[in-house]
């Protein structure tokens, strides 16, 4: 008696000092909100005989997402999205925005748009309000089935937008709106659109001349993976991957591509005549090759080549190796494989994939899972020499992720022969206490300690094997179909990875509803 009430006692006043804060907090935070709305009514005064503006519901570096009300005629209440685009956005870029809404939007799970409204500099795209969840709640509760079902929608709208000569660039979840319940998905956020060649969406094209013209300094800004908040702080050093050096182009090629830039040089990135380069090479004077060729340093004359400009916004972790390497010609393909990283996070139980600070980085990352030697080949298809100080091999994608996700049977096998008191482990604490751990590690890493756990029979692991033995939610029964598709989207090579209308024709989706 004496020692509980000791307990309560003691606990009270930091519980109250929380409370106190924690309302403080929110109070400030929500007043914020309120001038941010007041100031947008201001900014823009049309807005406020059509909506009631109730909260933020998103913030980025591009624009401020909010929800509003509008009053129909019939007298009832519609949810909207009211979009407020930074005054500084390009005029371009944010007609092209808007044109991308209005012709491929409102179908097959894209976007549509209702109003634009704007003020001076001040425009706001008024969208239907789709409720959605968070991506990281709810990626360890989806059922395979699921899983599935979003795969499948994401591929139609990637479908239609490609039909319309639209490569997104920005392929994320927090982009990819879904309502578990309804059902319903949304792609939005057509900010970093370009338009490929026979783009039927006419702005695009005047988008890419332009920002080809301009040295694209939109281009050049990092996304964050969770949309919001910029939360790419620099990972911890990454120790199991091979330190890789992305060779350039003679100047010659650079100059045939005409995406030339005068910018500050990189020293990760060398431009020296070799190998892959050969052909265009020949043609080359001689004043243009260099010694430096696979060693670490930079000679004077590769200091003094201007650097490869080549479009590469989107957010780190779902960059395709022709984006990280820089390739000047870049398709639709590349929002294939930001999909085939969401497919990844949905398949492991991870999210995010990969995490690095720089694009070099995120190759290496890349070369853990797809093999060093497949991603060295995959990028002479399209012109880049890498330079890789360690070999690392492939990985079978199924043992990966059933290993990650903890439902690799090998290791449930080991479990059940010793598990007698891990049944009675608080699974989903000890789940979460891993999560953290794994999440701030090095991918390869984690593969490393996951493995060493199976091997070694250790606990983690197994324990969350063992309680949720009861619903594994069809984890336990993936198909082949899955893992194949997850590779074709993986393809290392542009040219032959798989196109969205591929993919819905794809097995693993041969008895969905279409
Ligand atoms: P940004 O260019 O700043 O990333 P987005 O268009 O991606 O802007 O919108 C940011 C966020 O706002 C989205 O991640 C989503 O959570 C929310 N959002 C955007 N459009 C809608 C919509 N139509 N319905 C509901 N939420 C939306
Ligand atoms: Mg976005
Ligand atoms: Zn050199």
Redesign the pocket.
């Known amino acids: 008696m004496e020692a509980s009430l000791n307990t309560y006692q003691d606990e009270q006043p930091p519980l109250q000092a929380e409370n106190f804060y924690r309302k403080h907090e929110k109070n400030s935070k929500l007043s914020g909100v309120k001038k941010d709305i007041e100031k947008l009514y201001e900014a823009v005064p049309q807005l406020v005989k059509v909506f009631k503006i109730k909260e933020k519901?998103?913030?980025?570096?591009?624009?401020?997402?909010y929800?509003a009300t509008a009053q129909q005629q019939a007298g009832c209440e519609e949810k909207m999205?009211l979009?407020h685009l930074i005054p500084t956005s390009h005029p371009l870029r944010i007609a092209a925005e808007l044109q991308c809404l209005t012709i491929a939007g409102g179908q097959d799970n894209v976007?549509g748009v209702r109003y634009c409204f704007r003020k001076n500099d001040h425009v706001v795209i008024v969208?239907?309000?789709?409720?959605?969840e968070s991506f990281l709640d709810i990626l360890n509760s989806l059922s395979f089935e699921e899983v599935r079902e979003y795969m499948f929608n994401l591929f139609k709208a990637l479908r239609r937008i490609h039909h319309f000569g639209i490569v997104h660039r920005?392929v994320k979840p927090?982009?990819f709106?879904y309502n578990r319940q309804l059902k319903e998905y949304?792609l939005?956020?057509f900010?970093?659109a370009q338009g490929t060649p026979d783009t039927k969406i006419e702005l695009l094209r005047v988008v890419q001349s332009e920002s080809q013209q301009e040295g694209s300094v939109h281009h050049s800004v990092q996304?964050s993976v969770f949309?919001?908040r910029n939360f790419n702080i620099h990972s911890s050093t990454y120790q199991e991957s091979p330190t890789i050096k992305l060779i350039k182009q003679s100047k010659v090629m650079d100059v045939a591509s005409r995406k030339l830039a005068t910018k500050k040089k990189i020293i990760s990135t060398k431009a020296v005549n070799n190998g892959v380069a050969k052909k265009a090479a020949n043609s080359c004077p001689a004043i243009l090759t260099c010694d430096c060729y696979a060693t670490d340093r930079v000679c004077s004359v590769c200091l003094s080549r201007r650097q490869q400009v080549a479009p590469r916004a989107g957010t780190p972790g779902f960059r395709a190796p022709e984006v990280l390497t820089k390739c000047p010609t870049q398709t639709t393909a590349i929002d294939m494989w930001s999909a085939g990283i969401i497919f990844l996070s949905l398949l492991s139980g991870r999210y995010p994939f990969y995490k690095a600070s720089d694009d070099l980085t995120a190759l290496a990352q890349i070369m853990t899972i797809r093999g060093s030697r497949e991603t060295i080949q995959a990028a002479k298809t399209f012109g880049k020499s890498v330079l890789c100080t360690k070999e690392v091999p492939a990985q079978d994608l199924r043992t990966l992720c059933e290993r990650l996700r903890g439902t690799n049977s090998s290791c449930a096998k080991s479990t059940s022969d010793m598990h007698t008191n891990s049944l009675y482990e608080p699974a989903l604490a000890i789940e979460t206490d891993k999560k953290v751990e794994f999440a701030s590690q090095p991918l390869g890493e984690q593969i490393q300690r996951l493995k060493n756990n199976c091997h070694e029979g250790d606990n983690g692991l197994e324990i969350k094997i063992t309680g949720k033995a009861t619903d594994l939610k069809g984890w336990d029964r993936v198909p082949d179909e899955a893992y194949d598709l997850l590779d074709k989207l993986l393809d290392l090579n542009p040219a032959t990875r798989i196109t969205a209308k591929e993919a819905l024709l794809h097995h693993f989706f041969k008895d969905i509803r279409q």
């Open positions: 519901i998103g913030e980025g570096t591009f624009s401020s997402v929800l999205a979009k976007m969208m239907p309000y789709l409720e959605h920005d927090s982009n709106l949304a939005v956020d900010g970093l996304r949309g919001e």
